[in-house]
């Protein structure tokens, strides 16, 4: 996962984030603000992890991941690690299959099942606002 932010001198501004995403910089914004109004102690960083991955927008809960957003050209990625707790409740979940299947074959890292989605378009943000509750309830 990608962005398309990869100057390690040059940590992105809300500006220059706002100018990469375009119209889905509101959604970017949802998925924020989402999470900092359901959750007690959440906040976001900028993270540089190398010249291959770039800038991300890392989103927290205490000190706790809760997943990374990397910046594309009109769009973004999300990115999250589901522990067995998690990604049970998710196969029980009525959350799309395409999801279930992605977490079903992902490879188990010690931070968990790794599920990536793009977050394109206002009908994104449902699932993802479910799988954000999985998350920061198991």
């Avoid at 976001?44 to 000190?63: D, M």
């Avoid at 594309?72 to 999300?78: A, K």
Wanted: hydrophobic share 40%.
């Amino acid at each position: 996962m990608s962005s398309i932010f990869t100057s390690k001198h040059l940590q992105p501004t809300d500006e220059m984030l706002g100018t990469a995403l375009g119209k889905t910089k509101e959604l970017f914004d949802s998925i924020v603000f989402f999470i900092e109004t359901k959750f007690d102690e959440c906040h976001t960083e900028w993270k540089y992890y190398g010249l291959k991955i770039g800038w991300s927008v890392k989103i927290l809960n205490k000190k706790r991941n809760i997943l990374f957003a990397s910046p594309e050209n009109g769009y973004f990625r999300i990115a999250f690690a589901f522990g067995e707790k998690a990604f049970q409740e998710i196969i029980k979940s009525n959350l799309p299959d395409s999801i279930k299947q992605q977490l079903h074959e992902a490879k188990i890292y010690v931070e968990g099942r790794p599920l990536r989605l793009e977050i394109r378009k206002k009908e994104d943000l449902d699932p993802l606002y479910q799988l954000i509750r999985i998350k920061l309830d198991s």
